[in-house]
């Protein structure tokens, strides 16, 4: 793990955009929002940071988490 931090959502009933980010080879930036509000930067310059072309995707380990609208862009 690189990093974490709280999402700080209040209402964990209510539908919630999250916003996702790759950037740049060495290092690689990754940098996450919720609802538009920037929560997180981490940068990975190790030897094994992802940096190639390749799928997304998006999970969860909690039961009654709903996906709705995924989309990705490149």
Do not use: C, E, Q
């Amino acid at each position: 793990m690189l990093s974490s931090v709280a999402s700080g959502i209040a209402n964990l009933g209510a539908w919630h955009a999250f916003t996702f980010g790759v950037s740049g080879s060495s290092p690689v930036t990754l940098t996450a929002a919720v609802d538009g509000v920037p929560k997180l930067t981490a940068s990975d310059s190790s030897s094994s940071a992802y940096a190639g072309a390749g799928g997304a995707g998006i999970g969860a380990t909690v039961s009654g988490i709903l996906f709705d609208d995924f989309t990705l862009r490149r």
